[in-house]
């Protein structure tokens, strides 16, 4: 029985596409399946999969690497998918001692712009460029690539085009999202926003545009479901101040919910919105909230990002915008309240696209072959 280690710096053991999607489907596959990480203190088994997970998120980058290399040593991997440079570095230094593929899952854009958002101007060109220098690094050492979507390909898929790589988006499995078509009430509708409570996810712009609509059709009740909160004390602030101006008062705030419970979190919703700001990370995001959206059958109205039009065409269940044209945004909103017609063939679409294109029975046997053909050939 072959066997995969997961290394992992900044994703929880139990992350969804690691622990759920990944993970679970390699053990169906016969797999021995250990998962790494450095974020919070836990060693055992959950469901036949072994866990060893630090908190040392915060240690120097040589205690980081030491402690993946000790586990390695002491898992003895066939192959190995990691999430970040650090993990694929010390991977690497495994991989001294025994043959064994190391699978680069590249998930985030690299260096993040949070990575850069202590510095000043100068630095973060210099930080910038030493990051990006890293990740080339880390794709040099690499064996294997795995690209969560179209746009993270660069520069890694480029620098090194012979490498073996995969693309393999954030589509959920069915079990993890529960359907909920919702009939639009001719008098009032629940605009919805989840995720991270900050100016540059969008819930400015989301505000702006309910304050756009309220302004136009001031007699109908227009309710904003919160599902999630902020990170920061700034974005605590700048939230505040929002909700202080707001004309719109319905508004229920729920806490994050557990990733098998989400889609149950937004079941009051009718329309799901992302409006986050356009910059260069946005845009090369997929951002994985849209699959869970669709799936529960809600239409979504979402910045008009690179990652989403070059990966999917989202015309039959929803609307693509400039996150800062609240009229724009309104306007849509507006045609669903009018014609509520188009909102049942755009939320039954929506479910519709999901289960026939956009879900992770669609992807897993990609994932496992991949896997299955990156083992060295006297393991497979």
Avoid at 209 to 216: T, V
Avoid at 311 to 324: C, Q, R, T
Avoid at 335 to 354: D, G, I, M, R, W
Wanted: hydrophobic share 40%; proline share 4%.
């Amino acid at each position: 029985m072959s066997k995969i280690l997961f290394l992992t710096t900044a994703h929880n053991f139990n992350d969804d596409r690691i622990f759920f999607h990944q993970a679970k489907e390699l053990l169906i596959n016969d797999f021995e399946v250990k998962i790494c990480s450095l974020t919070k203190e836990f060693k055992g088994e959950i469901e036949s999969i072994e866990i060893e997970s630090f908190n040392i998120l915060n240690q120097s980058v040589q205690t980081k690497t030491q402690k993946f290399t000790e586990v390695c040593h002491s898992f003895q991997p066939d192959c190995i998918i990691c999430s970040e440079p650090i993990a694929v570095i010390a991977a690497k230094k495994f991989r001294k001692t025994k043959k064994v593929s190391v699978v680069y899952d590249i998930t985030e854009w690299y260096p993040a712009m949070s990575m850069l958002q202590d510095f000043n101007f100068l630095m973060k060109f210099v930080h910038g460029i030493k990051f990006f220098l890293i990740q080339l690094y880390a794709g040099f050492l690499s064996t294997h690539f795995i690209f969560g979507e179209e746009t993270k390909k660069f520069p890694l898929a480029y620098f090194f085009p012979f490498k073996k790589k995969i693309i393999l988006p954030y589509y959920p499995h069915e079990k993890f999202v529960s359907e909920n078509i919702k009939q639009l009430n001719p008098d009032e509708i629940t605009l919805c926003y989840t995720g991270a409570i900050s100016e540059d996810k969008g819930i400015g712009n989301f505000f702006n545009a309910a304050e756009e609509l309220h302004k136009r059709i001031p007699q109908l009740n227009i309710k904003i479901l919160i599902v999630g909160s902020a990170r920061k004390k700034e974005d605590e602030i700048y939230f505040s101040n929002i909700l202080g101006k707001s004309s719109v008062k319905n508004i229920e705030i729920r806490k994050p919910t557990s990733f098998e419970e989400f889609t149950k979190a937004f079941a009051d919703a009718d329309i799901c919105f992302d409006l986050r700001n356009f910059n260069f990370e946005n845009h090369h995001s997929l951002p994985i909230k849209l699959f869970y959206y669709i799936g529960a059958g809600k239409p979504i109205i979402y910045s008009a990002l690179k990652g989403i039009k070059k990966h999917m065409d989202v015309s039959g269940f929803g609307y693509l915008v400039d996150p800062k044209d609240s009229k724009k945004i309104a306007d849509h909103i507006e045609v669903y309240c009018k014609n509520p017609q188009l909102y049942n063939l755009h939320a039954s679409n929506a479910t519709k696209e999901f289960k026939q294109n956009y879900n992770w029975e669609i992807i897993k046997n990609s994932f496992v072959n991949f896997i299955k053909n990156s083992l060295p050939k006297n393991n497979s």
